[in-house]
């Protein structure tokens, strides 16, 4: 899958964070290292420490706002 990565410097350091998980962030040294370790990370986070499911709510017709 390809993630949007938000890339910004600041302190001689490079800051990566996925823009759809803004919770996994990195610093770094240099920029490929920071998209690097952002890549690790990410990959960590989505295949041990959260889980996607879907649920169903049911809608009421009556609640006015669709």
Do not use: C
Not at 14 to 22: L, Q, S, T
Request: hydrophobic share 40%; aromatic share 8%; net charge negative.
């Amino acid at each position: 899958m390809i993630y949007d990565v938000i890339l910004s410097r600041g302190n001689d350091k490079y800051i990566a964070r996925a823009k759809e998980w803004p919770e996994v962030t990195v610093v770094e040294n240099s920029r490929d290292a920071a998209i690097e370790r952002l890549k690790s990370q990410l990959f960590d986070y989505l295949t041990h420490q959260v889980e996607g499911v879907q649920v169903d709510l049911p809608v009421s017709m009556q609640s006015g706002n669709p």
